[in-house]
């Protein structure tokens, strides 16, 4: 088993099948506003942590 931390800092749920999911939800569960997108730390971080 993994230990490895998720770099954008959460943990995936464990249903894992994202191209079943509406987007909404796959949007709360990554805490992304699909109306305004990712702050520009937000960008950063992910682009950083190659997500």
Do not use: F, K, N
């Not at 931390?5 to 939800?25: F, I």
Request: charged residues 30%; positive net charge.
């Amino acid at each position: 088993m993994s230990t490895e931390a998720d770099p954008v800092g959460r943990r995936p749920p464990e249903r894992t099948d994202w191209y079943a999911r509406a987007p909404q939800e796959v949007a709360r569960v990554l805490g992304v506003d699909p109306q305004i997108g990712l702050s520009a730390a937000r960008r950063s971080r992910r682009a950083t942590a190659g997500s």
